[in-house]
């Protein structure tokens, strides 16, 4: 039962670190879930985007912005004082250009799947998940060793 524990308190470590870094992103490097299929084959819904910050963008780069609330990832069609960029799957150029200043990052990683994932244990349900079933289950963990300890005196 220890080795159960043990683990168990290792593992929840470990989530709980992965967390933070995906929540926040870790240095020049930022965790995003692509919600549409605007960049799809590239990017599939529900992919972890990872972006990193970066002095200047080229054509075809593929890039993650913030247009208003919206966080966008698109790739770069042509590159300029301002930038225009389309999203894989749609037909025409995206209509307002992106400045500088509303760029987050570009795209250098993707993890398939992995987006959803986030997206609930950033949720207010998930972040309730995330605290009270580790803690739930190491009060059973606890009553369970003190019943057994009963049990043997």
């Not at 069609?77 to 250009?97: F, I, Q, S, W």
């Not at 398939?112 to 994932?117: A, D, E, K, Q, R």
């Amino acid at each position: 039962m220890k080795i159960a524990y043990s683990i168990f308190v290792s593992a929840y470590l470990l989530l709980t670190i992965l967390v933070i870094i995906f929540s926040s992103g870790m240095g020049r490097y930022r965790f995003f879930t692509n919600i549409s299929g605007s960049m799809e084959p590239a990017i599939d819904t529900s992919s972890l985007c990872i972006a990193k910050e970066k002095s200047s963008y080229q054509a075809g780069e593929i890039i993650v912005f913030q247009s208003g609330e919206d966080i966008i990832t698109h790739r770069i069609v042509l590159a300029g004082d301002a930038y225009r960029t389309k999203g894989d799957a749609n037909l025409a150029v995206d209509g307002e250009p992106v400045y500088e200043e509303m760029i987050i990052g570009k795209v250098v990683g993707i993890i398939p799947g992995l987006g959803t994932i986030l997206a609930y244990i950033k949720s207010p349900l998930g972040t309730k998940y995330i605290i009270l079933l580790p803690a739930g289950l190491i009060v059973l963990f606890e009553l369970y060793r003190i019943y057994k300890s009963i049990v043997r005196s």
